[in-house]
């Protein structure tokens, strides 16, 4: 009886799950602006938007449109923009083997220079292209140095991020892998737990004295190679991508790893020094064109090769100045670019404090925004359109899980930013009038960024914490700005 009588329960619990019918998917309520914005909380002045005809130019609606916001990764659409029409859509990238002296029987009897071109993709298959083709041109032993092109822009993008934020890495224009190192460990029997860099970077990897606020923390010392600790109250298995302190080294030591296993004999690599003497060309790796690899910058939103394609525009841009000296330097002539073609009374109050939006500084308000997508749409003439680029709807990038229903997939390309307390939303949208709009929406919270930064987590439990309460805010900010696009797709 006992057994019969859980069959049945179980019975019916299955009966109870299953699906009986599916209904067609019906949109919700088409609500007005200052519905939605009575309806998400946010304080007055914390929320602004423009929407423009895309043809015309005609402003639709706007609120608090000539307002500066924390754009976050929305900052890149000026990047992009401004990128491909300085460098044009066809620009490539280089990475360069260079050497002194003469080959002779296989030797070279010179120095040989690894010298970076601010490939935002370089990777292993471009060091090991650059290695086959060294040993293609005969070259079986260096007797001279191997030299790599140490010079850097900047130590971090943005100094405020944690040590162990992985898009926030060192900057040169010799970069690998977008400047990140993947450190793995694992348990390792009574032996406690065995750590290691994929990479010939020599990387020390300790145990901090005690848990801090992150997994990682990194401790500089002077000549010695880069040392992380790990906290002891992680997991005793896991992987993470750290960002490169010294991501010139690494790509130097790769490179170096690939030519030694194809036959020719390397000294270590050293940094070059500067100026550099008279040289000559062996080989060359080329990137994809600016425009595949811009929609690669767009739809996985990465800070580290949004800042190299603002280093490689702001280099052409500087004409016979070359390459400029830091981060701030090129974010100054981004900012510049934009002054110049923006009206006076849109580009009041613009700021690029670099070029991913990686940065508490950056302002942009909406008229900015839709100007520049606006200026994008107008001059295209090469390559796809801008917006092309950008994220679909429901379909791709960072979009993929937003503004997926039906009723708006696919009709929003739109590039995402997201920081603590700042969300913004800008790109194209379709409406379900064949009409085309461009648009740029934020929202923002200065009180509660202010109050984070001013009490900053000391403990893995206070940091949870604090990342919990943003993340919460961050849902609410995305909703909000998910329904704006959902209500203009259904009313314009």
């Known amino acids: 009886m006992r057994f019969a009588a859980i069959a049945a329960l179980a019975l019916c619990g299955c009966q109870a799950g299953r699906i009986s019918v599916v209904h067609p998917y019906r949109p919700g309520p088409v609500l007005e602006e200052a519905a939605l914005l009575a309806r998400a909380g946010f304080a007055t002045g914390n929320v602004g938007f423009a929407l423009i005809d895309a043809r015309t130019g005609k402003l639709v609606v706007s609120s608090l449109g000539a307002q500066g916001f924390l754009p976050g990764s929305v900052s890149k659409i000026a990047t992009g923009v401004a990128a491909l029409e300085v460098l044009l859509p066809q620009h490539r990238f280089s990475t360069t083997l260079e050497c002194t002296g003469t080959l002779t029987g296989g030797v070279l009897d010179g120095d040989l220079y690894l010298l970076g071109g601010n490939d935002p993709s370089l990777g292993v298959v471009q060091l090991m292209e650059l290695a086959d083709k060294l040993q293609r041109a005969g070259v079986r032993q260096v007797r001279g140095r191997f030299l790599f092109d140490a010079r850097t822009y900047a130590a971090r993008i943005d100094e405020t991020q944690a040590d162990d934020a992985s ?27 065995v750590a290691w860099a994929q990479s010939p970077l020599p990387v020390e990897i300790g145990v901090a004295p005690q848990a801090g606020p992150s997994r990682f923390q990194h401790t500089p010392r002077e000549g ?48 070059a020094p500067l100026p550099l003497p008279a040289r000559q060309p062996l080989a060359t790796a080329q990137s994809a064109t600016a425009t595949e690899l811009l929609r690669t910058t767009l739809q996985t939103s990465s800070n580290p090769m949004a800042e190299l394609f603002l280093l490689e525009l702001a280099r052409a841009r500087n004409g016979d100045h070359g390459q400029p000296a830091s981060l701030p330097e090129a974010a100054a002539l981004l900012e510049a670019f934009w002054r110049e073609r923006l009206p006076v009374e849109v580009a009041e109050g613009l700021h690029l404090a670099n070029g991913s939006g990686l940065s508490a500084g950056t302002r942009l308000s909406p008229f900015q925004v839709v100007a520049m997508l ?6 295209q003439g090469e390559g796809p359109p801008f917006f092309t680029l950008l994220p679909a709807s429901g379909q791709s990038g960072t979009l993929r899980k937003r503004l997926s229903t039906p009723d708006v997939a696919l009709r929003a390309w739109a590039k995402t930013g997201t920081m603590d307390y700042g969300s913004g939303l800008a790109g194209h949208l379709f409406a379900g009038s064949g009409r085309e709009l461009i648009f740029a929406a934020f929202v923002n919270d200065h009180d509660a960024r ?24 961050t849902r609410d900010a995305e909703a909000l700005l998910d329904a704006l696009v959902t209500s203009w797709i259904a009313r314009y």
């Not at 606006?374 to 001059?379: E, F, G, L, T």
């Open 224 to 271: 010695a190679p880069e040392t992380w600790l790990l906290s002891p109250d992680s997991p005793t298995r896991g992987e993470e991508r750290l960002p490169l302190y010294a991501p010139s080294a690494d790509a130097a030591r790769v490179f170096a790893q690939f030519a030694r296993g194809l036959g020719v004999e390397l000294p270590d690599p050293a940094p």
């Open 374 to 379: 606006r200026r994008a749409r107008d001059r």
């Open 167 to 193: 898009g926030d890495p060192a900057l040169a224009p010799l970069a690998l892998e977008q400047n990140k190192l993947t450190v793995r460990w694992r348990a390792a029997g009574g032996q406690g737990v």
């Open 450 to 473: 202010r109050a984070r930064a001013s009490f900053p987590a000391r403990t893995p439990g206070e940091a949870a914490a604090d990342e919990k309460n943003a993340s919460s805010w």
